[in-house]
């Protein structure tokens, strides 16, 4: 009963739906809480940038070329290009640290001073002194003479050892001091991954720069270049203790971005969280002594260890701007101190403007960088995203007499970003989603997203969710309740559909709508319905041919397999029809029982064979008597048509058949139609049943074709059948009469023939 009572739940359209739900939730949890499909979205967004509209430009004249500006460029970024050009004329890299001064002071020495750089680049290091002193100094004074000369550091994972460890950390306090740092980071900052060591400039480079940043560059897992960390944070190594002598109070002050971790055999770090209670401690202690490498202590060297402990290092961590990050402050008119760090979710910059400028990073503060096009070409007539001068054009020797000084460089409130622009000089290329692509050029597209404030945004994860089971849920509709030639493409289509929406949306506003965890959903779901419907469905095509296949003809079971019948009794306008052999008895009485058997098959199949081609449905035999209809299960607007059409053909081809039995086999046979409303179904039990026809209607058909007896008629119709065929058929009026079980007389007909 219960199971009969649920029964509707399996079918395939509706169950279908719910294996669509379930699959979109089963992607949901799994990819949106494991980044399995961080890979595959990566790659995506490398397509999304492939479509993005370029600029162009034309030619006005030969030689002259006009570039149509992009507004998603930002017009204050200039490259200085280490090209060719230059290389030729300055001989090998590196250049003499004077040429580079040179370059410095070529900007800084302009009679009309307002129209001086914002900012000036260099990503080159000036970690060693140079082997010409007066190279050196002639480059400090350029620093200090320009007063706008932002230099770079590199952030390294591992220590470099105490000494140099120590000595870089002077240079960049120097940074710290001259320029600040950032100080206000909330969240989960200790989860930020650490860097042990850095590289950074000479001292007294560093004390005469106006800025500075980490130049670092990181690649994904497929080795090209989407983020670029804004901010990255430097642990210095403090001091360490034995796990022994930890106590709740130890003296660690978090509000000063201080820190206890320690690290496990496989050299993973763990942090230990604040405040420390008895309880922790004991949990902390239990899991070192699992975890943690010992230290051991051999005091006399004779290699058997007096006692063993397990180290807790304290750590003082830094947090150091990317280089495009801190240019862009200098852009805004905001310091460090004017940030707020929350990693994954963004940093807040209020400007000098006072407004607050949002950046989204994810949870190790790092930004997508929404790249403005492809690399630009160090050719002049080649295509470029951001203009490129060669530093050959700048590098000259400027005189120190102002009266001297030219006017302007062209480069007013520019920020200038000098860096390598040839495959001839050290290894500064990476791979981007727009090919290979110089450091400094990667620079200028991170510098370029937070200037013109394009910045990549995700979706909320609920929003994304939400997408993710709609777009399910409708190929899971298609796949359950559409044709199965038509439900792929039309999932396809949509899935195409939904593609070109999701890189439109990010080519227009720069918001990435996850794709990869609906296209799986949608994919898995419609293999899984596509594969339960067939097993259901066929096993559905099986019960139909056993139940109906000998009731229609077989193209009526071809047309049920798409469109199955209801089970159980419904009510419908039918056409009935009965037929009986008269004079049956006598028949048999002069035929043995083989004969008769064989005469009658004959006749039945001739029959049969004509009511499954005008598409009627076989009821029943009963002895020399046949029952059928018309109108179902198929419903067919012409039933009582195609009824008399059977009746005709069937009198026709009883003519043929008499012609060739001898007159002692021939037959005559009496046929009944009427139309009405009748209750048309499966009758009988579960285990055994019959699609078959109940009510008045059905009774007055069948005393019809008895009543062919008494007006000597082959073919009789009801008044309800004549009343729809009348145009299309010659008829006789016969009478009117009152059946048995009727108290409303009929009219009756005889059907004489077709309808010329």
Known sequence: ????????????????????????????????????????????????????????????????????????????????????????????????????????????????????????????????????????????????DSGRVFLESILEASSAGETIDDEMFNRQNILFDRAGSITHVTGAWKQLTPSLSLQTNLPDFNARVKGYGSANIVADDDKIVRRQSLVQKYARLIGELPVESL??????????????????????????????????????????????????????GDGVPESETRVIEIFQDYFVPSITFALALNQWGARLSDCEVVPGKEIRVRTSQGNVVHIPIDDQCM?????????????????????????????????????????????????????????????????????MMFGIEIHANSLNTMLTGRYVRHLPRAADVLIAILATMIVAFFASRVKNLLSLPLSLLFAVAMFIACSLLFDSQSILINFSIPFAGMLFSYVCIILYRSSTEEREKRKIRAMFGKYVSPEVVAQMMDHPPELGGVDRELTVFFSDIRGFTSLSETLTPQELVKHLNE???????????????????????????????LEVKDHATRACKCALLQKAKLAELNEGWPP?????????????????????????????????????????????????????????????????????????????????????????????
């Open 1 to 144: 009963m219960a199971a009969g009572k649920y029964q509707w739940v399996f079918k395939t359209k509706n169950f279908g739906l719910i294996i669509g739900f379930v699959i979109s939730l089963f992607f949901c949890i799994v990819g949106f809480s494991t980044g399995l499909f961080g890979n595959l979205e990566s790659k995506l967004l490398d397509t999304y940038f492939s479509f993005k509209n370029l600029s162009t430009k034309n030619a006005i004249q030969k030689g002259v070329w006009k570039s149509e500006e992009n507004p998603d460029i930002s017009s204050d970024i200039i490259i200085v290009g280490v090209d060719l050009k230059a290389l030729q004329k300055f001989g090998s890299w590196p250049f003499p640290r004077s040429t580079h001064a040179d370059l410095v002071n070529s900007f800084s020495r302009i009679k009309n001073q307002e129209d001086r750089e914002k900012a000036l680049f260099l990503d080159i290091f000036f970690i060693d002194d140079a082997a010409d002193p007066v190279s050196d100094a002639k480059l400090r004074q350029s620093f200090t």
């Open 247 to 300: 106590e709740p109070g130890t003296p660690v002050d978090e509000r000063e971005y201080q820190r206890l971790s320690w690290f496990d055999q496989k050299g993973k770090e763990h942090q230990i969280d604040l405040p420390l209670t008895e309880k922790k401690l004991a949990a902390l202690k239990k899991q070192m002594y699992r975890s943690a490498p010992p230290l051991v202590y051999d005091g006399d």
């Open 664 to 756: 002692e086999k021939r037959l005559a046979i009496g046929i009944g139609l009427n139309t009405g409303i009748m209750t048309v179904g499966n009758m009988g039990s579960a285990g055994r049943m019959n699609y078959t026809l109940m009510g008045d209607n059905v009774n007055l058909g069948a005393r019809l074709e008895g009543t062919n007896k008494m007006y000597g008629t082959m073919i009789i119709v009801s008044e309800y059948t004549y009343a729809l065929v009348k145009d299309q058929f010659i008829f006789r009026e016969l009478d009117t009469i009152r059946v048995k079980g009727k108290n409303k007389p009929v009219v009756i007909y005889e059907l004489v023939d077709y309808l010329e």
């Open 603 to 633: 006749y039945l199949s001739a029959m049969t064979d004509i009511i499954l081609e005008t598409g009627g449905t076989l009821d029943k035999y009963v002895g020399d008597e046949i029952m059928c209809f018309w109108g179902a299960p």
């Open 367 to 435: 930004m997508i960088i929404n790249f403005a096009g492809p690399a630009s070409s160090a050719s002049a007539d080649g295509y470029r995203t951001f203009p490129v001068r060669s530093y050959a054009g700048y590098a000259r020797q400027t005189p120190e007499d102002s009266t001297s000084w030219p006017a302007t460089r062209a480069v007013k409130d520019k920020i200038l970003m000098v860096g390598a622009f040839d495959k001839g000089m050290a290894d500064d290329e990476k791979q981007t989603p727009f090919g």
